[in-house]
């Protein structure tokens, strides 16, 4: 027993008990948040604690992280959205891209069916393009884009990415403040903000939370990418014709809800095809 015990710490990534220090200011997005009211200090030390000691959840996000933020950061930087956004999708999903709320919001950027049909993504019992990494990652750059043209301020349009515009315009206005950082809000939302900034520290130095975890899942790339027009894929068939299973199908391409596309009105998709067991 005592050799089996030896045998898996040896292979568990080396966590301590650790919290770094609230800083006296950081960067993100290109502004300068200060943590210099009792307020702002007692906030952000809240989120470094929780990061710090969410071990699980810290390490797997920290594993997960090259694998999609490959896939989305040349997606923010031809929008112009900051790079600092990427921690936005992270705290939304952890990074999970089956990720469902129980609000019923879905993928890495966590849209809600209406949401996503506003901003032009099909979804219905056959498709569901929030589980599109590329589709859903556009989506989100027009409503971070359109966001920041309103208030000019990446800490408000975060807000509102949780709370909506047009709750966050109100407060705004009602409380005669510039910045979600000042306005008294609900604390799912308040803390939303914290959140982004402590991941953020975290990713810049894992260690200084306790965490050294060399590891990270890689991306691969896709085998090849194809378009179908036709009226109706039978997906299993697709996949044996390219040997591999549905399963790997589908891992690739979590949009596709069934064993079937069903195409009537004969749309183009492109389906990634994986190599065998990806």
Known sequence: ????????????????????????????AGDTVRFDTRERYERMDRELLAFSYMHTNSILILKRSVRFFRQVTPILREYGIPEDLKYLMTIESNLDPK???????????????????????????????????????RAACEYLRKAYDRYGDWMTVAASYNAGQAGISRRLEEQKEDSALDLWMT???TRYMYRLLAVKM??????????????????????????????????????????????????ANLWLRGLTLVNSNKKSYRIIIPDAGQ
């Open 202 to 251: 975290m990713f810049q130095n894992p260690e200084a939370f306790g965490f050294s975890v060399p590891e990270r899942y890689p991306y691969i790339a896709p085998r090849k990418v194809i378009t179908v027009t036709d009226s109706d894929v039978d997906l299993v068939e697709l996949a044996k014709s390219y040997g591999i299973t549905y399963a790997d199908l589908k891992r």
């Open 99 to 137: 990720a469902l709320s129980s609000a019923g919001a879905a993928g890495l950027w966590q849209f809600t069916k209406a949401t996503a049909q506003t901003y032009g993504l099909e979804v219905n019992s056959n498709v569901d393009e929030r589980y599109n990494i590329e589709k859903e990652t």
């Open 1 to 28: 027993m005592k050799s089996f015990l030896t045998a898996i710490l040896i292979f568990i990534p080396l966590v301590s008990s650790a919290q770094p220090p609230v800083p006296a200011y950081m960067d993100f």
């Open 187 to 189: 604390e799912e939302t």
